[in-house]
């Protein structure tokens, strides 16, 4: 019989997502979750011909060239900016990630964020729970209304579709901006009119980021584009830390440039800017969009599936380097 092909699995997964997995493979895994720095992951690929990853797992020329063995590396992600794939390409190493089973959760934690920033939530509860509250007031955290405002989307892709449709509900004005305009059949559907970066951001009474991070959308939102917001409007970012420009955003809404923000994501997490404790206008979160029971379950046995594929066929389904 033939030794099963030996695979990491670099986070905690769930058990029956392991259980899959040693039906084909040799599974080692890091069900105490700690983060492995660079040296340690290197050091634990090194006899791996598979790995199942996450965004904290950097993949990178100088990882591959120490783990010969490698062939396939599945994030448990959509994003993958964690992943170097020329690097993979050049190594002979297959890379998938997620996508598609997260959308509708990723949009509906949109919609929280979206919420929760225009009516103030985290100011009005971190109030109520100091124990200021001495009752009902004409004035007391007045928000934005959602209803009847105007959506802008930066990035109409899987994602920002499904806010799009949410925002039907709320009988709003969507406008769009992507670097690839949407076929009319998309902008039907989703009621959505593309315009430019500049008309979005002038235009919008909520700005809503949906693009994946890379050289070409790092601080896509940076001060400049902050200057042309309005000064009631929002700024939400469940995409990915490094597509907005941190400080400039803290510097805004210090000084009441935009009224508000909804952060999922940040520079350099987990370790984001200090200042944006100090700030009442925004409603913070650790990267928790797509967290659903169900939707982390399926991101995880999507990841192993693609590993099962990469490693027995060569063809996994959701292949981010076709070579
Ligand atoms: C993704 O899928 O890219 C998410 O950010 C992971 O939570």
Sequence with gaps: MTAKPKVLVTREVFEDVLEYLSQYFEVTSNQSDVPMNSETLTLRLSDKEGAIITLSDRIDAVLLSRCPRLKAVCNIAVGYNNIDLEACTKAGVMATNTPGVLDDTTADFTWTLILATARRLSEAEAYLRSG?????????????????ATLGILGLGRIGQVVAKRAIGFEMKVIYHDVRRATPEIEQTYRATFVTKEELLSQSDIVTIHVPYSSATHHLIGRDELEQMKQTAILINASRGGVVDDQALIESLRSGKIAGAGLDVFENEPKFNPHFLELKNVVLAPHIASSSFATRHKMAMLAAENLVAALTTGKPPNLLNPF
């Design 132 to 148: 200021q509250w001495n009752g009902w007031k004409l004035k007391q955290f007045l928000g934005l209304d959602i209803h009847h």
